[in-house]
């Protein structure tokens, strides 16, 4: 059964070690990180620096065998009632088998449930569409009228699809989009 619990500095080496190169690993961490690879302590110092705040958490989804999956989330919005969850990565040996989508479904009740946030926004790079695919199966929409974002990842240049899901799916309240 998978379970999400607040991120340890001890998941930092299992979940680093998850990007097989550097495209993967700035698939999840997109231009964070000046450079490649990182290390357990370069993460958690990344976290450190949001000690304190109550508008950043990280988690990390786990089962009897360990971690395997990541994502942070972080309010956007003074009033908190916009969550933007980031850094989303599942450990490379369980993907394709519904782990991502079911830690985003508990992220998601979280968000929504104990949070009680009216919508959650995320970014996905148009070439990781097994990422977007997983994001469309946990309920989050492409949003509508939102021009694309681009990010430049070594020598190319990445268009980030923005997409959203709202207590109320059927409404996405006339907001603009959401930036990082």
């Not at 990280?58 to 971690?67: K, L, R």
């Not at 990781?128 to 240049?157: K, Q």
């Amino acid at each position: 059964m998978l379970r999400l619990r607040p991120y340890k500095a001890c998941d930092a080496a299992a979940i680093v070690s998850w990007s097989e190169d550097e495209a993967a690993f700035r698939r999840w961490s997109a231009d964070r990180f000046p450079a490649y690879p990182i290390t357990a302590e370069d993460l958690n110092q990344h976290y450190d620096a949001m000690v304190g705040s109550d508008s950043f958490f990280e988690f990390t989804a786990f089962d009897d065998s360990g971690p395997l999956g990541h994502l942070i989330m972080r309010f956007t919005d003074d009033e908190k009632t916009t969550l933007r969850f980031g850094f989303v990565i599942v450990d490379p040996r369980k993907r394709g088998q519904g782990y991502g989508r079911e830690m985003m479904n508990l992220a998601v009740r979280y968000a929504f449930d104990f949070l009680k946030v009216k919508r959650i926004t995320l970014g996905v790079f148009e070439n990781n569409l097994p990422a977007y695919r997983c994001y469309r199966a946990a309920g989050f929409r492409e949003t509508p009228n939102c021009g694309a974002s681009w990010y430049t990842i070594g020598t190319e240049n990445w268009k980030c699809i923005e997409m959203i899901q709202t207590k109320d799916q059927g409404s996405f309240g006339g907001k603009k989009c959401t930036e990082e």
